[in-house]
């Protein structure tokens, strides 16, 4: 091919939807596309992918490329693909997928089934061992939906036509944030591409290195009276799966410099998408050895399979786990979410927390019954001030069931220096290939 013929297909590939899309992804001038001339029958591969670096952090990425062809898949783009996971695999760095493409080349039958399957071993080979994040700009139906909800992080526009879905329905991102598919809603395809691009700042290159470190800051001042924000460092927090499982608020943050992981409960009974939402969370920064911090204030659960899952992937992960009781850790929740005995390496308490082994007027019945002899509309305020004398944070860290009792104004510089104490932190584990639960 001539010169002329290389910059002329050079050319029509950059004019592509896709291509802009990759390189708005990437910091300027870094992208370097791989099998740029690729063919998939008459056109080039419906996908773009290279490599490039994120700011400065090396990063691959693909962007389907609904200009050809719809961006079906076809043996060529899933050949494309295959190639991307490979160096992915090989360098230790993470891979983001741009998805736009009306579905795969049925006439390639068995070739395509085939190529499809190779992507999605590609994918499951590479979980936990670099992130994967997913972005839906649009269609994406069939074996496309499901290679996108494999990976870690999905972000979705709410712009994307006909969405996320395995059964050819037509799942908005509205449906597949409340379902728990979407992590993130972005209002357009530019706001996506740009959470991808924050998203990159908060997570290693893969499961050997730590995420990216940042300066110290001050605690934002946004008048929320929030404990969490009173605490991470400035305004600098990725929200993840807000529409799915109200009960719990996960995030990623920064603390001292340091990317951490945020589980905040508020109180109420982790429902199953809440305690499903935090097993999934926890276990994804447990391979990656993100600290997770634990806002713990809760007074059960309301699934029992859910809450296996989660204190299982609590008890299970063996990255940093700090726990905070700021107000009442009652039964299970105190063990899955903040106990010692199920693996938690340091739990602090506010003054006025509450941990006790069941709902704390049960408690005040059972062990102390002639409190609540008293009138029906009293035994409420009976049983808050049975708890506060005799099942007080004071009282479970005498017991040395909590770590420390710490004033809200010192719980920041506290974790901090718990996350730097525990950085060393090496634990030995079974020999086994995954657990069941």
Same mark, same amino acid.
């Given at each position: 091919?001539?010169?002329?013929?290389?910059?002329?297909?050079?050319?029509?590939?950059?004019?592509?939807?896709?291509?802009?899309?990759?390189?708005?992804?990437?910091?300027?001038?870094?992208?370097?596309?791989?099998?740029?001339?690729?063919?998939?029958?008459?056109?080039?591969?419906?996908?773009?992918?290279?490599?490039?670096?994120?700011?400065?952090?090396?990063?691959?990425?693909?962007?389907?490329?609904?200009?050809?062809?719809?961006?079906?898949?076809?043996?060529?783009?899933?050949?494309?693909?295959?190639?991307?996971?490979?160096?992915?695999?090989?360098?230790?760095?993470?891979?983001?997928?741009?998805?736009?493409?009306?579905?795969?080349?049925?006439?390639?039958?068995?070739?395509?089934?085939?190529?499809?399957?190779?992507?999605?071993?590609?994918?499951?080979?590479?979980?936990?061992?670099?992130?994967?994040?997913?972005?839906?700009?649009?269609?994406?139906?069939?074996?496309?939906?499901?290679?996108?909800?494999?990976?870690?992080?999905?972000?979705?526009?709410?712009?994307?036509?006909?969405?996320?879905?395995?059964?050819?329905?037509? /799942?908005? #991102?509205?449906?597949?944030? $409340?379902?728990?598919?979407?992590? =993130? *809603? @972005?209002?357009?395809?530019?706001?996506?591409? &740009?959470?991808?691009?924050?998203?990159?700042?908060?997570?290693?290159?893969?499961?050997?290195?730590?995420?990216?470190?940042?300066?110290?800051?001050?605690?934002?001042?946004?008048?929320?009276?929030?404990?969490?924000?009173?605490?991470?460092?400035?305004?600098?927090?990725?929200?993840?799966?807000?529409?799915?499982? /109200?009960? #719990?608020?996960?995030?990623? $943050?920064?603390?001292?410099?340091? =990317? *951490? @992981?945020?589980?905040?409960?508020?109180?109420? &009974?982790?429902?199953?998408?809440?305690?499903?939402?935090?097993?999934?969370?926890?276990?994804?920064?447990?391979?990656?050895?993100?600290?997770?911090?634990?806002?713990?204030?809760?007074?059960?659960?309301?699934?029992?399979?859910?809450?296996?899952?989660?204190?299982?992937?609590?008890?299970?992960?063996?990255?940093?786990?700090?726990?905070?009781?700021?107000?009442?850790?009652?039964?299970?929740?105190?063990? @899955?979410?903040?106990?010692?005995?199920?693996?938690?390496?340091?739990?602090?308490?506010?003054?006025?927390?509450?941990?006790?082994?069941?709902?704390?007027?049960?408690?005040?019945?059972?062990?102390?019954?002639?409190?609540?002899?008293?009138?029906?509309?009293?035994?409420?305020?009976?049983?808050?001030?049975?708890?506060?004398?005799?099942?007080?944070?004071?009282?479970?860290?005498?017991?040395?069931?909590?770590?420390?009792?710490?004033?809200?104004?010192?719980?920041?510089?506290?974790?901090?220096?718990?996350?730097?104490?525990?950085?060393?932190?090496?634990?030995?584990?079974?020999?086994?290939?995954?657990?069941?639960?």
């Amino acid at each position: 091919m001539s010169i002329e013929k290389v910059n002329q297909a050079k050319a029509e590939i950059a004019s592509t939807s896709a291509y802009k899309t990759i390189t708005e992804f990437f910091d300027a001038d870094s992208f370097c596309e791989i099998d740029a001339f690729a063919k998939s029958g008459d056109s080039f591969a419906e996908v773009v992918a290279g490599f490039g670096t994120v700011e400065g952090m090396p990063v691959y990425a693909f962007a389907q490329n609904s200009d050809i062809c719809g961006g079906a898949m076809s043996k060529a783009q899933a050949a494309k693909l295959k190639k991307l996971y490979g160096l992915a695999l090989k360098t230790g760095a993470p891979i983001v997928g741009f998805y736009d493409s009306v579905g795969g080349r049925v006439a390639q039958s068995s070739e395509l089934l085939a190529g499809c399957g190779e992507v999605l071993n590609s994918a499951a080979s590479l979980s936990g061992v670099v992130p994967q994040v997913s972005v839906i700009l649009g269609t994406c139906l069939g074996t496309n939906a499901l290679n996108a909800v494999s990976a870690d992080v999905v972000i979705m526009s709410e712009k994307a036509q006909l969405s996320l879905d395995i059964t050819g329905k037509n /799942a908005d #991102a509205e449906y597949n944030a $409340a379902k728990g598919n979407a992590a =993130v *809603v @972005a209002k357009d395809s530019a706001e996506a591409i &740009e959470m991808a691009k924050e998203l990159m700042t908060f997570l290693p290159s893969n499961n050997l290195i730590l995420a990216p470190q940042s300066f110290d800051e001050a605690p934002a001042s946004d008048g929320c009276g929030c404990i969490v924000s009173k605490t991470v460092d400035g305004s600098n927090k990725f929200k993840l799966f807000d529409s799915f499982g /109200a009960n #719990a608020k996960t995030r990623l $943050a920064r603390l001292g410099g340091q =990317v *951490v @992981a945020i589980v905040n409960t508020f109180g109420k &009974e982790l429902d199953c998408a809440s305690a499903s939402k935090v097993a999934k969370f926890v276990r994804f920064c447990d391979a990656f050895s993100i600290p997770v911090i634990t806002f713990a204030n809760c007074n059960g659960f309301e699934s029992l399979s859910s809450a296996a899952k989660l204190a299982s992937a609590y008890a299970e992960a063996t990255t940093i786990k700090i726990s905070v009781v700021t107000g009442k850790a009652v039964g299970s929740a105190y063990i @899955a979410l903040a106990g010692t005995g199920a693996n938690a390496d340091v739990v602090y308490a506010l003054p006025n927390a509450i941990i006790s082994p069941v709902n704390v007027e049960a408690a005040a019945f059972i062990m102390a019954p002639e409190t609540m002899k008293v009138a029906v509309n009293e035994q409420t305020a009976a049983a808050e001030k049975f708890a506060e004398e005799n099942l007080s944070a004071f009282n479970a860290a005498q017991n040395g069931y909590v770590d420390g009792i710490v004033e809200e104004t010192e719980l920041r510089q506290t974790l901090i220096n718990a996350v730097d104490m525990l950085s060393g932190k090496r634990v030995p584990t079974l020999s086994k290939k995954h657990s069941t639960i």
